[in-house]
């Protein structure tokens, strides 16, 4: 996908950024040097991809606001206003402590708190600012959903308590905007028992709270995940009709080589748009439309804008969320110790490094391409579970399956997750086990889903006893490969490994890796000349006939060929075409030390 840049500039993350961090510049119509700073510390730090420092520090400066709004109230009247600070404080703490301790259990970064505790910072703007505010909570709702291990109905429940219990202290109509000062105890039992305004203060929370949690209900995660898929269906379509007319035609003669860059035509702009097609949206934003009318009461005039402001937040949400499923953002939450997240970039380069320097492997590409189809909706054929590569070392089994889940993810819209068995394994079988688990809920989210697991009999062998370091993760591996959720999730697991025999039984079992057995066996004699002469072409090096019969005999492997000519080309590339033969022995019996 090409980049959103101008001389350097990323615009989508800019154009993102700008609009989690609006409600903190909008804090500005009431505290101008605390809006203005606030929003460009938090729109920095999410351009830079630190949304979980953003979400911190958009706290910090939402507890600044508290103190800075109601300061001169507090000193008035210091019991009172303690007890709003402390009501106004407490909650959004447990909320969102709760939220980062989620994130740093999870391995993870969230976007979600930054426009829940920007909603909150919409309580101190005058109206529409609170509607906006209720808004943007369910925007922020929709937006955790896409973010898997977030809880989605916090941020609702969190601006709504505060800002009626912070209404009700300050004497502040509902839906007005907070007052600057701080009701005194024997004036807030009048103000709370007066008839007008109890009934409203109760219909006002629980309506809002139900029809804002309603709004962000009526769009899950599935169909999110569902449109995501169409629109990539979409984005084949419009990448080449030759292509479309070949797959529509022959759908199970697709050359492997054939690169459909689906990715190119993935923008968040075209996702967002694409999510909005679905009437489910619409219904969304009328919900959330009534949330703010509720927000409101009494109604009178400005409940319209209210009506308008509110139903923003569903929108901000669903872009938010498409954001959020971008590959380039999906890297920054999740990547580092979990999992590995490949971005466009990186898919590019595994795919033309792996699938198209393979070298006497084209059969096998086509039936793994043909094995694509599996999910492609097709009645009555449930799509495989696994996939598992073994044979002895340096057979191209890493490239094969590291190149098959690029293709997968470049051809079929697929995203690819690249697990490291050594990280994984960091910590102990207990927390091995939990990050594997979790691997495995954020491919169900992001289905279809391939996750490639090299070296996989680090985490999958045989169990001969509970104390063993690898029990538990292969027990995750056995129940979540086998139908994460429904045997029908168009999630792909793809292991490699040089010994099959050390892999649980129940692994390699038909429904689990047992799906597909790929054999890579060392290539004979004649197929190792055209592997090295392959290799050599796409390295652009010329081998002496002599020392290429000499390799063609004594090599055994694709790697021992990869490295040989990589030796020659070095060589040559440094005027040493003299010790070319040495190539041979270093890769073949080895250099003498002495």
């Known amino acids: 996908m090409a980049n959103s840049n101008f001389k350097g500039l990323d615009l989508k993350r800019a154009a993102t950024g700008i609009m989690v961090g609006l409600p903190f510049l909008l804090l500005s119509a009431v505290n101008v040097p605390l809006g203005i700073v606030s929003f460009i510390t938090v729109f920095a730090l999410f351009y830079l991809k630190r949304f979980l420092y953003a979400s911190l520090l958009s706290l910090v400066f939402y507890i600044v606001a508290v103190m800075a709004f109601f300061g001169s109230a507090y000193s008035a009247n210091p019991v009172m206003g303690l007890a709003y600070m402390a009501i106004a404080m407490l909650l959004p703490l447990l909320v969102y402590g709760l939220d980062f301790k989620i994130a740093v259990d999870t391995y993870s970064q969230f976007i979600s708190p930054i426009l829940g505790i920007g909603s909150l910072a919409l309580m101190f703007v005058p109206f529409p600012g609170p509607a906006l505010g209720l808004g943007y909570a369910v925007a922020s709702s929709i937006t955790s959903k896409r973010e898997v291990f977030s809880i989605y109905y916090l941020p609702p429940l969190g601006f709504i308590i505060v800002y009626l219990t912070s209404a009700l202290f300050t004497g502040t109509p509902i839906g007005m905007g907070l007052r600057h000062v701080v009701l005194s105890m024997q004036n807030l039992l009048l103000y709370a028992g007066a008839l007008p305004s109890r009934p409203l203060y109760a219909v006002a929370l629980i309506g809002s709270f139900i029809l804002a949690m309603l709004s962000s209900f009526v769009v899950p995660k599935s169909l999110l995940v569902k449109r995501e898929m169409r629109v990539r269906d979409a984005a084949v379509t419009t990448a080449g009709i030759g292509a479309v007319s070949t797959m529509a035609l022959k759908p199970f003669f697709i050359n492997p080589h054939t690169k459909i860059d689906v990715r190119r035509h993935m923008t968040t702009?075209?996702?967002?748009?694409?999510?909005?097609?679905?009437?489910?949206?619409?219904?969304?934003?009328?919900?959330?439309?009534?949330?703010?009318?509720?927000?409101?009461?009494?109604?009178?005039?400005?409940?319209?804008?209210?009506?308008?402001?509110?139903?923003?937040?569903?929108?901000?949400?669903?872009?938010?969320?498409?954001?959020?499923?971008?590959?380039?953002?999906?890297?920054?939450?999740?990547?580092?110790?979990?999992?590995?997240?490949?971005?466009?970039?990186?898919?590019?380069?595994?795919?033309?490094?792996?699938?198209?320097?393979?070298?006497?492997?084209?059969?096998?590409?086509?039936?793994?391409?043909?094995?694509?189809?599996?999910?492609?909706?097709?009645?009555g054929v449930r799509p495989i579970h696994g996939i598992l590569l073994y044979g002895p070392a340096g057979t191209g089994k890493t490239a094969l399956g590291?190149?098959?889940?690029?293709?997968?993810?470049?051809?079929?819209?697929?995203?690819?997750?690249?697990?490291?068995?050594?990280?994984?394994?960091?910590?102990?079988?207990?927390?091995?086990?939990?990050?594997?688990d979790l691997i495995f809920q954020l491919a169900e989210a992001y289905q279809p889903a391939v996750i490639y697991i090299d070296?996989?009999?680090?985490?999958?062998?045989?169990?001969?006893?509970?104390?063993?370091?690898?029990?538990?993760?292969?027990?995750?591996?056995?129940?979540?490969?086998?139908?994460?959720?429904?045997?029908?999730?168009?999630?792909?697991?793809?292991?490699?490994?040089?010994?099959?025999?050390?892999?649980?039984?129940?692994?390699?079992?038909?429904?689990?890796?047992?799906?597909?057995?790929?054999?890579?066996?060392?290539?004979?004699?004649?197929?190792?000349?055209?592997?090295?002469?392959?290799?050599?072409?796409?390295?652009?090096?010329?081998?002496?006939?002599?020392?290429?019969?000499?390799?063609?005999?004594?090599?055994?492997?694709?790697?021992?060929?990869?490295?040989?000519?990589?030796?020659?080309?070095?060589?040559?590339?440094?005027?040493?075409?003299?010790?070319?033969?040495?190539?041979?022995?270093?890769?073949?019996?080895?250099?003498?030390?002495?």
């Open 402 to 436: 590291i190149g098959y889940a690029a293709w997968l993810a470049m051809n079929r819209g697929f995203n690819l997750f690249v697990v490291r068995a050594g990280r994984i394994l960091r910590g102990g079988p207990y927390d091995a086990a939990h990050r594997l």
């Open 455 to 594: 070296e996989i009999d680090a985490l999958g062998r045989v169990r001969e006893s509970p104390d063993a370091p690898t029990y538990l993760t292969t027990s995750v591996l056995l129940q979540d490969i086998d139908g994460i959720v429904s045997r029908y999730a168009k999630v792909l697991v793809i292991g490699t490994t040089n010994s099959k025999d050390v892999l649980d039984p129940a692994l390699v079992r038909p429904g689990r890796l047992g799906d597909m057995l790929i054999y890579a066996d060392r290539p004979p004699k004649e197929l190792v000349r055209k592997i090295i002469l392959g290799i050599a072409e796409q390295k652009k090096v010329t081998i002496p006939n002599d020392l290429l019969d000499k390799a063609s005999e004594v090599l055994e492997t694709g790697a021992d060929a990869e490295s040989f000519v990589n030796c020659v080309a070095l060589k040559e590339k440094l005027g040493l075409e003299g010790e070319l033969s040495e190539c041979l022995k270093a890769v073949s019996t080895g250099l003498p030390a002495y």
């Open 269 to 379: 702009v075209r996702k967002f748009m694409g999510y909005l097609t679905h009437s489910r949206i619409s219904i969304a934003m009328a919900v959330s439309a009534l949330a703010g009318l509720v927000l409101s009461l009494p109604l009178g005039a400005w409940s319209l804008l209210a009506l308008a402001v509110s139903s923003i937040g569903v929108l901000v949400g669903v872009y938010a969320a498409a954001y959020v499923s971008d590959l380039d953002t999906l890297k920054s939450l999740f990547s580092g110790i979990l999992v590995d997240v490949p971005n466009e970039q990186e898919l590019e380069q595994l795919f033309k490094e792996n699938w198209l320097v393979l070298i006497g492997m084209d059969e096998l590409k086509d039936r793994l391409v043909k094995t694509s189809m599996s999910f492609e909706d097709v009645p």
